[in-house]
């Protein structure tokens, strides 16, 4: 079962920001929050992840609870190539460890 | 530097038939795994390896066989294909540091089973 809980779909205006929500109420304290998007027919590309404090690069910020039971991916000026299914994971590094992705939100921009 | 490669892009099989996809990683990555996703769903994991001679299963195992003997390749085999495994299949590559993992995808292979 996956271990996060994400909107099937959202929409957003152009050029608006775009804030797309995660649940992961059991995280565990060494878990990381990681986000990829599908962009239609293409192979998942990495985002963004956090552990604790708010994390920002040069494609979104990445926003953590204090309890870290959930957390929010913001794409500042969303444009119509953010048109994807963005996928929120939960995970740390084991060597028996399964990666769920889950069905992620697809996003639908909106000119 | 190329990143995650897939060949072939494309395929159409008989039932029964066998096929070998072939994922390879200019990366010099630990770890590698295979995807399928099917239409509307998202990615689940059929095996991974953690390194080079080493594989495990993982979500949606049955039906393949894979392999690791060179650390940049990882190949998945259909022994006996069959029309349930039509899908997209996605192979990946991660970077780890201490707990932290980013996973580089290759652009997929459609196969279809008729």
Redesign the interface.
Known sequence: DAKTTQPPSMDCAEGRAANLPCNHSTISGNEYVYWYRQIHSQGPQYIIHGLKNNETNEMASLIITEDRKSSTLILPHATLRDTAVYYCIVRVVHRDDKIIFGKGTRLHILP | NAG?TQTPKFRVLKTGQSMTLLCAQDMNHEYM?W?RQDPG?????IH?S?GEGTT?K??VPDGYNVSRLKKQNFLLGLESAAPSQTS?Y?C?SSF?A???????????TRLLVL
């Open positions: 995650v795994y995807y769903m998202g990615l689940r994991l991974y953690v495990a993982g979500e997209v996605f990946a780890v201490g707990t932290q993992e980013t996973q580089y995808f290759g652009p997929g």
